[in-house]
């Protein structure tokens, strides 16, 4: 939706071989999100979860039911650390990934963060159409996903940049995502990038269709 590229390639340079790592909670559309972005900025795309899954060869269920919570974050943040030592690309991460101080560290080091905001009435619609959510599995998920916002908000709010994430197409999301990390990085980024990047805000038009 840019005009041309030159945008994309000054946010790319700002970015200086740093990775975009989006964190938030389960069902704010990180993958769905980030595979679009990373597309757009002609960036490799990685899902953190997906990585661990290929080398236990076992679901995060399974891992979860097996191993525990405890063995799994631990997993979680040597995986992290490899992806983000592995070059710039656009990653994924799982919900409880940025609640570990290590690994915030690590990000703030090798990565920008965006904090896909998303609010409870989406979360609980999202996460109901799948069962692997280990951490909902309880008499009350509703309960439970509502301590989990309660608990972990507050620090994803120490990312880099929020972008809120709701039931519009995740192509929308990833370009206002683009446009907030423009924004962010405006200090390295030149006066014709930035002038783009004002320009393209007037096409990042939302339509709400109330529907049955």
Not at 23 to 34: A, E, H, L, R, Y
Not at 142 to 160: M, Q, S
Not at 173 to 188: D, G, N, R
Request: glycine residues 8%; charged residues 25%.
């Amino acid at each position: 939706m840019f005009l041309n590229s030159q945008p994309e390639a000054a946010l790319l340079a700002a970015l200086r071989g740093r990775c975009i790592v989006l964190v938030g909670m389960m069902g704010s559309g990180k993958t769905s999100v980030g595979r679009p972005l990373a597309a757009r900025l002609g960036l490799d795309f990685a899902d953190a979860d997906a990585e661990i899954e290929a080398a236990h060869r076992m679901t995060i269920p399974e891992i979860f039911a097996r191993h525990g919570e405890p063995y799994f974050r631990d997993g979680e943040r040597r995986v992290l650390a490899r992806l983000l030592a592995e070059g710039p690309k656009v990653v994924a991460t799982g919900g409880g990934a940025f609640m570990n101080a290590e690994t915030r560290a690590l990000i703030a080091e090798k990565g920008v963060s965006i904090w896909l905001k998303a609010d409870f009435d989406v979360l609980i619609r999202r996460v109901r159409r799948g069962a692997n959510r280990p951490l909902l599995q309880t008499p009350e998920p509703e309960g439970a996903l509502r301590k989990l916002i309660d608990d972990r908000y507050p620090t994803y709010a120490l990312a880099d940049v929020t972008v809120v994430s709701d039931d519009g197409p995740h192509e929308m999301v990833a370009a206002e995502a683009i446009q907030a990390l423009m924004s962010y990085l405006s200090v390295q980024l030149g006066p014709q990038a930035r002038l783009a990047a004002q320009e393209e805000s007037i096409f990042l038009t939302t339509v709400r269709v109330d529907m049955p």
